[in-house]
């Protein structure tokens, strides 16, 4: 099993920006994909970003340009940097692993608590 833990959400301004990290801990070699997803209330889980171990990167289309994953392998952790953030940007955000390639939600097997992010207008 991993345990994750994210940090860095909070409240800031239409146009500003937050640095997302989580860090893994426990059976992280078993990692094949990270994932950073998001929930607002009412609404389903739905992908953010992905990075694939040695793979490719996706984005859901909303948040390209301006949302970068990163990982890093010797610290175990996985950074989602968000810049220009929007109102609608305001969610329970979530990192999770898969052990597999992490494609869709339900591949995903271990996730954080999840930090809230508001975006005020």
């Known amino acids: 099993q991993v345990r994750l833990v994210e940090s860095g959400g909070g409240l800031v301004q239409s146009g500003g920006s937050l640095r997302l990290s989580c860090v893994a801990s426990?059976?992280?070699?078993?990692?094949?994909?990270f994932g950073w997803y998001r929930q607002v209330p009412g609404s389903q889980r739905e992908l953010v970003a992905h990075?694939?171990?040695?793979?490719?990167?996706t984005y859901a289309d909303d948040v390209k340009d301006r949302f970068t994953i990163s990982r890093d392998d010797a610290m175990n952790t996985v950074d989602l940097q968000m810049n220009n953030l929007k109102p609608e940007d305001t969610a329970i955000y979530y990192c999770?692993?898969?052990?597999?390639?992490?494609?869709?939600?339900?591949?995903?097997?271990?996730w954080g608590q999840g930090t809230q992010v508001t975006v005020s207008s």
């Open positions: 990075i694939r171990i040695g793979g490719p990167i």
């Open positions: 999770a692993s898969s052990r597999g390639p992490g494609r869709t939600l339900d591949e995903y097997d271990d």
């Open positions: 426990g059976h992280t070699f078993s990692i094949g994909a």
